[in-house]
């Protein structure tokens, strides 16, 4: 096993591909460009994640459903205000066998269409409300930029929650409580700090009312991420679709129902990949570790007896059944043939959180070992304190994880108000609040004004675009808003707006 060749720093793209494919998480589909094959190491991480939120919204009344991967033109055709724009993306089946289909049928991009003449058939009255379904899925996308592992592929496995609500404050209150649930999969799952808040008219899912998001931050770039998103539709897919009950205070009159959609997907995970990894590979969050503790034995010389490592490998036993008692997940690695030395690169590069050695000196004094991965912090563990010590000791690395992101995010979020200081905090890889507007030409202005030749080196970010000499696009409206913004006074940032500022909105280079 050769480990990452590149440093994080230096070329964080290719840094960024190597861990993927090395920490065997990823193998890259050759067949067909844009798609990736998703390996036992991925799967226990986005079935942990899976577990957490589908447990959370049970809890909440929504319901499972599995609806078909195809739709129809006609059923498209409903929505087609807000699909022309994504109809570059959508990927026809248009024969089966040597037979052309009479007509041709489109592979679920997200499923609003395939799922909402069903639900004007299903809600007819207020009692049907709210009406709350989920699918885990994967969608396909046949995105024109370049791809790249979990942060943009062609197809992606995803969970795409549909409810309907009377009325828009009941939908509101579930968007937001949604919402609350992919911050809680970032935060205290992924050890990722997200802001949370409302995208502009311009970055908002055009189909819907309003969409809230959550945002992440890559301090390798300073490039803002949409870590997921929760829409209110409002009564826009309900009028396309007719999805109408009864109104309960008016005879005879018909209510469109307020509907919201949410997704959350795979890209969770790249995104925890590029905050957490260091140039050893990957670094996994003890929460979603699939192991959580490695044992390695370690100074098994020629010089000790049979007998000798006979029963230094039953102690090393004994201890990783305590370890497993103790609802750690731990694993021992005993293979002969590789040195131990060996070993701690090969469970470094797959992101273990906890190494734990046990020699004849450790045995001796009856204590083991540790590295942690996180830090490289080293010290050593009675071995009758295992049980207490090493569950607390991975609390530890995952509350360090987010302390240490939070740290980065909170200092790389500038609050700015000159105009001159915005492409410098940019170039510095930086996101910044500034007062604006709000409005859809000023945010496209700004764009246009912040491109710069940004001294970034030669880096690439992951998906292979070019150094992000990109403008700046926003963000979100944080639902916290700093002081300073006073209403009727304050004019948005922007030095050719001339507007007022409405909010200090999040601007900042992105995926
Ligand atoms: O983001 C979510 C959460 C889960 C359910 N859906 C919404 C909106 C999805 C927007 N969107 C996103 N991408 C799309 C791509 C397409 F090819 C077509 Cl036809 C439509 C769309 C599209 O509507
Ligand atoms: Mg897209």
């Known amino acids: 096993i050769i480990g990452i060749t590149v440093s994080k720093a230096e070329n964080f793209s290719q840094w960024y591909q190597e861990v993927v494919l090395k920490a065997e998480l990823i193998e890259y589909y050759t067949e067909i460009s844009g798609f990736f094959v998703m390996r036992p190491n991925t799967m226990y991480i986005w079935n942990t994640i899976k577990k957490w939120f589908q447990e959370r919204i049970e809890a909440m009344g929504v319901e499972e459903t599995s609806f078909p991967l195809f739709l129809s033109e006609k059923s498209l055709e409903k929505e087609k205000s807000h699909v022309e724009g994504f109809a570059p993306e959508l990927a026809w089946v248009t024969m089966a066998g040597d037979k052309n289909l009479d007509t041709r049928v489109a592979v679920r991009p997200t499923s609003e269409a395939v799922m909402y003449p069903y639900y004007a058939k299903w809600i007819r009255s207020h009692r049907d409300l709210p009406f709350r379904l989920n699918q885990w899925n994967s969608v396909v996308r046949w995105e024109a930029k370049q791809t790249t592992p979990f942060l943009r592929a062609r197809e992606f496995l995803w969970q795409e929650g549909h409810t309907a609500h009377l009325t828009e404050e009941l939908a509101g209150k579930e968007v937001l409580e949604i919402l609350e649930l992919y911050a809680g999969v970032y935060e205290q799952l992924l050890a990722v700090p997200v802001v949370r808040g409302r995208?502009?008219?311009?970055e908002k899912f055009a189909g819907g009312y309003y969409t809230t998001t959550v945002e992440g931050y890559i301090p390798s770039n300073g490039r803002g991420i949409q870590g997921a998103t929760s829409h209110c539709l409002g009564q826009n897919f309900s009028k396309m679709f007719e999805i109408k009950i009864e109104d309960p205070n008016k005879k005879g009159e018909h209510l469109y129902v307020w509907q919201n959609s949410w997704g959350l997907s795979t890209r969770v995970i790249g995104v925890m990949v590029m905050i957490h990894g260091d140039d050893k590979g990957l670094v996994l969050p003890p929460r979603i570790a699939k192991i959580q503790s490695i044992l390695i034995p370690v100074g098994l010389t020629a010089k000790m007896t049979a007998e000798e490592k006979e029963a230094h490998l039953k102690r090393l036993d004994e201890i990783l059944s305590t370890l497993k008692s103790a609802g750690v997940r731990a694993e021992s690695d005993l293979r002969d043939g590789y040195t131990p030395a060996w070993k701690f690169n090969d469970w470094e590069l797959k992101g273990v959180p906890l190494r734990i050695e046990f020699g004849p000196k450790d045995a001796a004094k009856d204590v083991v070992s540790y590295a942690r991965r996180d830090t490289g912090e080293k010290g050593?563990?009675?071995?009758a304190d295992l049980t207490t010590a090493v569950p607390a000791l991975l609390e530890?690395?995952?509350?360090?994880?987010?302390?240490?992101?939070?740290?980065?995010?909170?200092?790389?979020?500038?609050?700015i108000t000159k105009w001159e200081d915005v492409v410098p905090a940019l170039d510095a890889k930086n996101v910044v609040l500034i007062p604006h507007c709000l409005t859809e030409p000023c945010e496209k202005r700004i764009k246009e004004l912040t491109v710069s030749d940004g001294d970034q080196g030669a880096d690439k970010a992951p998906d292979g675009q070019k150094a992000p000499s990109m403008g700046m696009k926003s963000l979100c409206i944080p639902f916290e808003q700093p002081e300073g913004l006073v209403q009727g006074e304050t004019k948005c940032l922007n030095p050719e707006c001339g507007k007022l500022a409405e909010k200090w909105c999040m601007f900042g280079r992105s995926y």
Request: proline letters at 4%; a positive charge.
């Open 199 to 202: 995208k502009t008219e311009a």
């Open 396 to 415: 530890t690395i995952q509350k360090d994880m987010y302390d240490r992101a939070d740290a980065a995010y909170r200092a790389h979020r500038l609050q």
């Open 380 to 383: 050593t563990i009675p071995i």
